[in-house]
T-cell receptor
Framework: KAGVTQTPRYLIKTRGQQVTLSCSPI?????VSWYQQTPGQGLQFLFE???????NKGNFPGRFSGRQFSNSRSEMNVSTLELGDSALYLC???????????FGPGTRLLVL | AQSVSQHNHHVILSEAASLELGCNYS??????LFWYVQYPGQHLQLLLK??????LVKGIKGFEAEFIKSKFSFNLRKPSVQWSDTAEYFC??????????????FGQGTTLQVKP
């Protein structure tokens, strides 16, 4: 089975812009979670989607949002980018809620 | 707040040495426990997981972990490390119920350097 795929792999944006990141889960997996990884804060949970509904949200501002489609693919959006949003954004999929999560390679976002 | 603590931030071992990485979490309810590994230039990979049953869990590449509920710990072990084990290791906890299903709480990670 193909693993979790994320596009794009790298992005450079400027402050104030917005960005959309995409995640395709492992075939058959219905739950998708997003995480932000930075050297200072480590891995932090952003949100979780299951059956096209956000089930859980981490402690991030409303500029961070996401959605899930009927085929379980997910997107996350960050509006009004700030320098501090520079990070590796990881997507993880699991068969269903609460089961083991498998991570994609991430999208590295640099905000200038 | 729920948290995960990894005591060792940077560990340096010689090949064939034994490894034990500590992980403690701060939640008294039902938890699922994980260890992930991130090799240089690669993405996070699941090393092993604990959901229930035998508290001694075996994972890939000879790794194992023991869940000690009374100590809120889930330490990772390997009897003999290899140079290829050089990586960053993350302990993660998923708290069941209370609306947190699907949310992994990660420790800060431990960088393991194995000298050949």
């Amino acid at each position: 089975k193909a693993g979790v795929t994320q596009t794009p792999r790298y992005l450079i944006k400027t402050r104030g812009q917005q960005v959309t990141l995409s995640c395709s889960p492992i075939s058959g997996h219905r739950s998708v979670s997003w995480y932000q990884q930075t050297p200072g804060q480590g891995l932090q949970f952003l949100f979780e989607y299951f059956s096209e509904t956000q089930r859980n949200k981490g402690n991030f501002p409303g500029r961070f949002s996401g959605r899930q489609f009927s085929n379980s693919r997910s997107e996350m959006n960050v509006s009004t980018l700030e320098l501090g949003d520079s990070a590796l954004y990881l997507c993880a999929s699991s068969l269903r809620r609460g089961t083991a999560q498998y991570f994609g390679p991430g999208t590295r976002l640099l905000v200038l | 707040a729920q948290s995960v603590s990894q005591h060792n931030h940077h560990v340096i071992l010689s090949e064939a040495a034994s490894l034990e990485l500590g992980c403690n979490y701060s939640y008294g309810g039902t938890v699922n426990l994980f260890w992930y590994v991130q090799y240089p230039g690669q993405h996070l990979q699941l090393l092993l997981k604990y959901f229930s049953g035998d508290p001694l869990v075996k994972g890939i590449k000879g790794f194992e972990a023991e869940f000690i509920k009374s100590k809120f710990s889930f330490n990772l072990r390997k009897p003999s490390v290899q140079w290829s084990d050089t990586a960053e290791y993350f302990c993660a906890v998923n708290v069941q119920g209370s609306g947190n299903t699907g949310k992994l709480i990660f420790g800060q990670g431990t960088t393991l350097q194995v000298k050949p």
